[in-house]
């Protein structure tokens, strides 16, 4: 492809990325809660009320860590979180056939998936990184995320041979039907990172009943 076009399609992205920031607003959480299968004696942990993420928009402590300039685009394909031993390479995802936001294949457990409709890891702006809780043969990829702690790091291995490296400032669990879409995907200005499962309660007959969310800010390159 020459520059021209890979210009041509950088810009048609960052068009679509409004959109995709709105269908997450409304669709994350079904998309990935009709995909768990809650199935088993001890549920995934749950957040400590104590982990939230400062409810604000503009506070001095959501900056990106100083010196730490935004990165520019570049496709991530592996996750790891040392803290909860997640290693898992990363497929993008869009919306599925239904309108909602795709979530990568139940089968591969050990799977998680990057929301192309928003920016990629340590852009300026919020990426966002889905995984499945668990699936009919045990847990998945992300579910250990409700243990999660303040401090604790997520790092994104970008196909420009860079990692961007970021730090959990808030873990909460939201429920489906009363999820605070601004707050979780609202860009703030500065490179942000959210990590999402499933969680929260879980019936059989409408599955888990909200979202877990790791709230994160880039604090490293490498």
Request: net charge negative; proline share 9%; charged share 25%.
């Amino acid at each position: 492809m020459y520059d021209s076009e890979l210009a041509e399609e950088e810009e048609r992205r960052r068009k679509r990325a409004p959109w995709g920031v709105i269908a997450l607003v409304l669709l994350t959480g079904l998309a990935l809660i009709r995909n768990g299968s809650g199935e088993f004696d001890v549920g995934p942990p749950q957040p400590a009320s104590a982990a939230a993420a400062p409810d604000t928009r503009a506070a001095p402590g959501d900056a990106a860590a100083p010196g730490v300039a935004p990165l520019p685009y570049s496709v991530p394909d592996r996750v790891s979180i040392p803290a909860i031993q997640v290693d898992a390479p990363v497929m993008g995802v869009g919306l599925d056939a239904d309108g909602w936001v795709d979530a990568p294949p139940p089968e591969d457990p050990n799977l998680a998936g990057w929301f192309t409709g928003a920016v990629s890891p340590g852009e300026k702006g919020t990426a966002v990184v889905v995984g499945h809780v668990d699936n009919q043969q045990g847990p998945a990829v992300f579910y250990g995320l409700g243990a999660l702690k303040k401090g604790n790091k997520v790092e994104i291995h970008r196909q420009d041979g860079k990692t961007a490296v970021f730090e959990i400032y808030g873990i909460e669990v939201f429920e489906k039907d009363n999820f605070p879409g601004d707050r979780v995907y609202g860009s703030k200005g500065t490179p942000e990172l959210r990590v999402i499962t499933c969680g929260g309660g879980f019936t059989k007959q409408n599955g888990y009943d909200g979202n877990v969310v790791a709230f994160a800010r880039l604090a490293e390159v490498r």
